[in-house]
């Protein structure tokens, strides 16, 4: 099985990567990775550390929430943070470090730039203090005991999938047909396994010619989109309708979230050409109105509240000097050491399954009854 590496090289190197795949079978059923020190488990009322990226999107905004009252409930102390939306890195750093010297015994890190922490995380190993990653791996240090997250080279098989379908179901014509692609922020380790798990299944209907990629853009250093930015993706699509699509029709974009699935649709609409089929992630509110209303063509359902739960979980185990379930032991590479890891099932949604998928979501349930 290969191994996610979350290298330099591997953000340049997409294609060949592609070309390879990536099995999404797990390794492991349970586990622990953390030292003799967490084994020995700390008081039930202890704080737990957790330090969140800036706002940027719907669900890192509910993660505070559910973090802020769900520790509360199972009887710690929570100290949760955001990084400010300028000096974000820096300013992380500086909660991380305050975190150890506060006194936590686990922080939960949702990253703003995962290569940029591994002084603050070796500072916490050094302190006895256990370190999650949230969402986001934290790369090239050893100090990281366990990585919770969704499972992210599936998101992007998943969106890759709903690109090919949204295609034959809306495009109303054969193969081929003309895309674009759209990755994340370099600074986000998820960016690279979100593009990859997409051209796992893109890449093989581009070279056998079904999809062609008009303006040429393949590499994750062409596609990607700096700060999860929607001006930035907006910017980009404007650009691309100018330079590749005067006289050829745009039939579908990749996007790897919703926030800039909204900005590309934007442009689109702005430059007076019918939308394309347009994938997503996160179920952000205003991109399920727009999928109930034949708009964006799909999203990702990741509930937030069940990786909040299950980080919480964690941190039960850890307390009691409990062994810590993963589910994965062989997937993700920091570039240091593999991470064990604990990885939830996204769900692909669109109009048709948007009921069944958050069946278990009111507030998401309730937009889409408002439409049938």
Not at 49 to 67: R, Y
Request: some cysteine.
């Amino acid at each position: 099985m290969k191994k996610i590496l979350l290298t330099a090289t591997a953000l340049v190197a997409v294609g060949a990567f592609a070309l390879t795949g990536c099995s999404s079978e797990r390794g492991g059923d349970t586990g622990s990775g953390a030292g003799e020190e967490s084994a020995k488990g700390f008081a039930a009322d202890a704080t737990i550390g957790v330090a969140l990226p800036d706002k940027t999107s719907e669900n890192w905004v509910l993660a505070g929430q559910l973090f802020t009252d769900g520790l509360k409930k199972a009887g710690f102390k929570a100290d949760v943070q955001y990084a400010p939306a300028s000096n974000t890195v820096a300013e992380q750093q500086n909660q991380i470090q305050a975190m150890v010297t506060g006194g936590a015994k686990v922080i939960i890190i949702g990253a703003k730039d995962g290569k940029q922490l591994s002084t603050q995380v070796e500072a916490a190993r050094d302190a006895g203090v256990t370190v999650i990653a949230y969402d986001r791996l934290i790369e090239n240090t050893e100090a990281v005991d366990y990585y919770v997250a969704f499972d992210n080279f599936k998101v992007g098989q998943l969106q890759g999938q709903a690109l090919l379908d949204g295609l034959a179901e809306r495009a109303g014509h054969e193969a081929p047909y003309n895309i674009e692609l759209f990755s994340g922020s370099p600074d986000d380790a998820n960016a690279p396994v979100f593009f990859n798990g997409a051209m796992d299944v893109l890449q093989p209907k581009i070279d056998d010619g079904t999809l062609k990629v008009v303006s040429g853009q393949t590499e994750i250093a062409q596609t990607a989109t700096e700060g999860w930015k929607p001006e930035n993706a907006q910017r980009r699509m404007d650009s691309l309708l100018t330079s590749s699509y005067g006289s050829e029709t745009l039939d579908g974009v990749l996007s790897p979230n919703d926030t800039l699935a909204r900005a590309i649709i934007t442009s689109v609409q702005g430059a007076g050409k019918p939308v394309p089929v347009v994938t997503g992630q996160d179920s952000e509110v205003e991109s399920v109105k727009s999928i109930m209303e034949g708009v964006q063509y799909s999203t990702i359902n990741k509930d937030t509240t069940l990786l909040v739960e299950q980080s919480i979980k964690m941190v039960g185990q850890l307390q009691k000097g409990e062994e810590v379930d993963v589910n994965d032991t062989e997937q993700y590479d920091n570039g240091k050491k593999v991470v064990p890891a604990y990885l939830l099932d996204p769900i692909i949604v669109t109009k048709e399954n948007a009921a069944e998928a958050y069946a278990n979501v009111p507030s998401l349930l309730e937009i889409v009854k408002s439409y049938q």
